[in-house]
């Protein structure tokens, strides 16, 4: 069975530093693992997703994340907050290409 | 390139009375998604199509909820009679067979069932 948990409903940051959004995963198969971003009122969009190729995987925006496989995890995390980065984000986990399982999301705050 | 295109983006209805969502996935991706995703929620799994074909209906609750995508492009999902716990926000994605890890979402029907 796949799925994905999400450690924190809420992160809250001032705006500078750097941020961290937790993820773990659990998959019976080598999995794909994504994040997504969700303005308010918008679609999701892909941050950067991890196929089974480099474990640390850059994606837009400056956001990175690093597949570890002893620790089923896959953390997004960025150098330094910007306004711009207040949304929601969500960790999936894909397999065989065509199903996907979502976390319950975290929303970021980010703090003037 | 166009991306998914969903319509209404917004619908308030009453219990009871049925609602239809259009979507339009990105030329040439033929497998398509329909999610619901609850307020606070991640979005879950109601359909997949391959082409015009429905190949996970698992999750979709068949006694009022009804989908399609008859010429395996754009697709349709229906619920009658709508209940108050619908209210949640309908979210389109599609991907191409080059690319299957890669989703691309429209922007979502949020349904308000009053």
């Known amino acids: 069975a796949q799925s994905v948990t999400q450690l924190d409903s809420h992160v809250s940051v001032s705006e500078g530093t750097p941020v961290l959004l937790r993820c773990n995963y659990s998959?019976?198969?080598?999995?794909?693992l994504f994040w997504y971003v969700q303005h308010p009122n918008k679609g999701l969009q892909l941050l950067l997703k991890?196929?089974?190729?480099?474990?640390l995987v850059k994606g837009i925006n400056g956001f990175e994340a690093e597949f570890k496989k002893s620790e089923t995890s896959f953390h997004l995390t960025k150098p330094s907050a910007h306004m711009s980065d207040a949304a929601e984000y969500f960790c999936?986990?894909?397999?065989?290409?065509?199903?996907?399982?979502f976390g319950t999301g975290t929303s970021l705050t980010v703090i003037p | 390139e166009a991306g998914v295109v969903q319509s209404p983006r917004y619908k308030i209805i009453e219990k009871k009375q049925p609602v239809a969502f259009w979507c339009n996935p990105i030329?040439?991706?033929?497998?398509l998604y329909w999610y619901r995703q609850n307020l606070g929620q991640g979005p879950e799994l109601l359909i997949r199509?391959?082409?015009?074909?429905?190949?996970?209906d698992s999750q979709l609750p068949k006694d009022r909820f009804s989908a399609e995508r008859l010429k395996g492009v754009d697709s349709t999902l229906k619920i009658q009679p709508a209940e108050l716990g619908d209210s949640a926000v309908y979210l389109c994605?599609?991907?191409?067979?080059?690319?299957?890890?890669?989703?691309?979402f429209g922007p979502g029907t949020r349904l308000t069932v009053l």
């Open positions: 994605a599609s991907t191409s067979r080059l690319e299957r890890h890669e989703q691309f």
């Open positions: 998959s019976s198969y080598s999995p794909s």
């Open positions: 991890y196929t089974s190729a480099a474990t």
């Open positions: 999936v986990v894909s397999v065989a290409g065509n199903q996907f399982y």
């Open positions: 030329s040439g991706h033929n497998t």
């Open positions: 199509y391959e082409n015009e074909e429905a190949v996970d």
